[in-house]
């Protein structure tokens, strides 16, 4: 059986925290947020959209990470973190529309002297398959890097067995039997 499975409940052992986890999920976070941002450098205003989405997946994904280890179940496979982030980066995908035609309506409600510029209430639907052309590779990058960055393979504690002094045959202090030739 391999050593990172857990003998007794039959699944594999948890993913552990890096330790100090503090500074890896930060280290995470850096590189997770760094790599598109530096992919994205000349698109302006996409990119801290992106960017803005990317953090709020990345920390839905933390929490609810906390959320599933408090209530008995931490992940047991980078597969698992990885679907964490996957399934709450959809869902800030999704709703990224929605808080930019929110955003876009609060501009023209303050700029109200320019005229009513009409915006579509179809706009997130219109938006939706963009949104999620650029989330869900971003967020399975999120949770590849978080995964592999700030979690390490759990393994079930194995007790050794080494022989003590006292066990030991050359700290004996009785009588060694002579060695049998048993060849003839």
């Given at each position: 059986m391999p050593k990172h499975l857990d003998e007794t409940e039959g699944r594999e052992a948890p993913l552990l925290w890096r330790q100090p986890a503090y500074l890896w999920i930060a280290f995470a976070l850096a590189l997770g947020l760094g790599v598109p941002a530096l992919i994205l450098r000349q698109e302006g205003g996409f990119a801290q959209l992106a960017l803005l989405t990317g953090a709020?997946?990345?920390?839905?994904?933390?929490?609810?990470?906390?959320?599933?280890?408090?209530?008995?179940?931490?992940?047991?496979?980078?597969?698992?973190?990885?679907?964490?982030?996957?399934?709450?980066?959809?869902?800030?995908?999704?709703?990224?529309?929605?808080?930019?035609?929110?955003?876009?309506?609060?501009?023209?409600?303050?700029?109200?002297?320019?005229?009513?510029?009409?915006?579509?209430?179809?706009?997130?639907?219109?938006?939706?398959?963009?949104?999620?052309?650029?989330?869900?590779?971003m967020s399975l990058f999120y949770g590849l890097i978080l995964s592999f960055v700030a979690f390490k393979r759990g393994a079930i504690e194995h007790k050794i067995m080494t022989l003590s002094d006292a066990d030991d045959p050359a700290y004996s202090t009785a009588p060694i039997a002579p060695a049998v030739d048993d060849r003839f």
């Open positions: 709020i997946g990345f920390l839905a994904a933390l929490i609810s990470l906390a959320v599933a280890a408090a209530m008995g179940r931490p992940p047991a496979s980078r597969r698992e973190v990885m679907l964490h982030a996957l399934w709450l980066g959809v869902l800030a995908a999704l709703a990224s529309p929605i808080a930019f035609q929110a955003l876009l309506n609060a501009v023209e409600g303050v700029e109200g002297a320019s005229g009513p510029v009409g915006l579509s209430p179809m706009l997130p639907l219109a938006l939706w398959p963009l949104a999620l052309f650029v989330g869900l590779p």
